[in-house]
């Protein structure tokens, strides 16, 4: 079972009745900061940040979005990409990070992030360690505060961040990999317990959407787990070996040569 299991809210973006194509978003609830602020993200397997709109960000694709303001968090710390405290009057770290057909550029800030029964999200106590002396899902996370997001897509978007759900390889560092910051605070029951994850999106209303941290949630589940290695973990992306390719049940020949890869990519459905 999951040591954090968040419930995710499906919100339909395109509908093409002609091919019966449904293209959605999934999107969950974290609390930054103290007091916690409510702000929903998106989790993408492709990126290795969290992303969040910031109040010094005056832009249309920041405006129609709940922003962070870093001055209205007690446990809050403007850092550089090391961890080292920003220094009043000397130039600030900053990176710009790029999401599909648009981009942000962000500032590095420190703070406090919660996922638990007041974002409905499921908390199995016994799994945490309290490493961090905070409450069961939290933890203390160093993430991209936005100056300034295209806008496109951004402006479009029906959340207001985006929780990277990446291998190390595309964090600036481990402090900003959710799975790396999550697995010291997890009791690794055994292998890759402290570092899994489990997604379930589901396509209708009589159905509840879900991503579970620290396992997995084995009510979904119509088969035993089957487990492929990842190429290149350096890369940050969850790319696979693909065996073979079949569609409409006709066997394709050309991953004949052992040579197809692909990424897992489970932002948007």
Not at 38 to 67: I, N, Q, W
Not at 142 to 167: N, R, W, Y
Request: hydrophobic residues 35%; aromatic residues 8%; glycine residues 10%.
């Amino acid at each position: 079972e999951p040591a954090l299991m968040i419930k995710l809210s499906r919100q339909i973006v395109e509908i093409n009745h002609k091919t019966n194509y449904v293209k959605s978003d999934y999107h969950g609830t974290i609390l930054v900061g103290t007091p916690g602020l409510p702000m929903t993200v998106v989790f993408d397997t492709g990126s290795g940040h969290l992303l969040l709109p910031s109040m010094y960000c005056k832009t249309e694709a920041c405006k129609v979005h709940t922003r962070y303001r870093r001055s209205g968090s007690s446990t809050g710390r403007d850092i550089n990409f090391n961890g080292s405290a920003v220094v009043r009057g000397k130039p600030r770290d900053s990176i710009t990070v790029e999401f599909g057909t648009g981009e942000a550029t962000g500032v590095v800030v420190e703070d406090i992030i919660c996922m638990d029964a007041r974002t409905n999200a499921f908390v199995d106590h016994s799994l945490w360690n309290g490493k961090d002396g905070l409450q069961p899902g939290c933890m203390r996370m160093h993430f991209l505060a936005a100056t300034d997001l295209s806008e496109d897509p951004f402006i479009k978007f029906g959340f207001d961040g985006v929780f990277g759900l990446s291998l190390l390889g595309l964090s600036q560092t481990p402090q900003h990999n959710l799975l790396s910051v999550m697995s010291h605070l997890i009791e690794d029951r055994h292998q890759c317990a402290s570092q899994s994850f489990g997604v379930f999106l589901a396509n209708s209303e009589q159905e509840e959407s879900d991503i579970a941290f620290g396992g997995w949630n084995e009510g979904h589940l119509l088969e035993e787990l089957s487990w492929a290695p990842v190429h290149d973990p350096s890369l940050g992306h969850w790319i696979i070996p693909i065996k073979s390719i079949r569609v409409d049940d006709e066997r394709m020949d050309f991953c004949d040569d052992g040579r197809c890869k692909a990424a897992v990519e489970d932002r948007k459905s």
